[in-house]
């Protein structure tokens, strides 16, 4: 058997010990690996994503929507092409939405635009069963 390592003990560490860990804040995030709290990538108001259903949509499904959005809503276009991602979420208020994600300059994920899920029905009912098994 290997005999443990000396480990030299300071009063911080004796601290520690006693106290039985120390404490690492951490933000909180939901269960698609998102922040609880999505934050703008403008600085407007982060999305919050606590207790509700969301789900980021893989890369073939994310273009098609961003597609139909585009038609819908060409101010989209000011967004500088296909963002890096979308997610759909049911807002607090019940309804489903989409919102467009990017990432800020710490290289952290963000989202700069979000829609109604309504408008798309035909994708909103696919995505709906894909990601969440269920319809509209």
Known sequence: MTPLPAVRC??????????????????????DGLPADLPHCVGGPPLRLTDVPSMPLQAADAEALWREALDRYPVLRQEGGMPAGM????????DWRFAALGRDEAGRTCFSATFAAQPFERQTSRLLRKYFGREV
């Open 87 to 94: 997610l759909m979420w049911r807002a607090q208020a019940g």
């Open 10 to 31: 300071t009063p911080v560490l004796a601290l520690a010990v006693l106290l039985g860990a120390v404490a690492v804040p951490v933000a909180a995030q939901g269960a």
